[in-house]
């Protein structure tokens, strides 16, 4: 959580609005909304209802040809209950993980250890497609908040991660997001 979901999300569609792509994008929180102008405050509805909120929001983009969902929560975080009804609702084919790069725990509670990123991967493509019941959903890419860290400490750390899991990486304020947008249209 407050790891950079939104502003990924956010520079993924600035990225294909400068390339004259048709794409759509899903506002899940009030800033995001506040930012685009339209969207669903995911927090805001009972859990009950969440899932069906998200899955409406995203099938009025039907005309676009790549929708873009503002990340919410972590299945990793104990008090987040906006992750599994996001997942549930959108049905994503292409999943970017976020996080902070300086983190080896939680911000709040510390106590919590973030897991080898290869299984966590694994645990969020398993979870959507709910071991193989739904489409297939594949991590694509990592964007990076390497903000904490020198530019030549970003480059090095993105360097490591993407050697470690064989996946794109990079800081979407200061690299872009070009290399996540290549991923996803690749696959």
């Known amino acids: 959580m407050a790891v950079g979901k939104m502003t990924a999300g956010l520079e993924l569609y600035s990225h294909y609005i400068e390339n004259k792509e048709n794409i759509g994008f899903v506002a899940t929180g009030q800033i995001g909304i506040t930012v685009t102008g339209k969207g669903i405050p995911l927090d805001a509805f009972k859990v009950d209802h969440a899932c069906g909120a998200v899955e409406q929001s995203v099938m ?11 990340g919410q929560g972590s299945l990793l975080h104990p008090g987040s209950t906006a992750t599994l009804p996001l997942i549930r609702g959108s049905c994503p084919t292409h999943l970017i993980l976020c996080l ?55 480059e090095k750390y993105i360097a490591g991660l993407e050697e470690k899991l064989q996946l794109p990486v990079t800081d979407p304020i200061r690299f872009g997001m070009e290399k996540l947008a290549k991923a996803i249209e690749l696959s």
Do not use: H
């Open 100 to 154: 902070r790069a300086e983190m080896q725990t939680l911000r709040s509670p510390e106590n919590i250890k973030i897991p080898d990123l290869k299984k966590f991967i694994n645990l969020n493509e398993s979870l959507c497609t709910v071991f193989g019941t739904y489409p297939q959903s594949k991590v694509v890419g990592i964007a990076a908040n390497t903000s904490t860290f020198s530019k030549l400490e970003s």
């Open 60 to 70: 009025d983009q039907e005309d676009k040809d790549i929708v873009i969902i503002e």
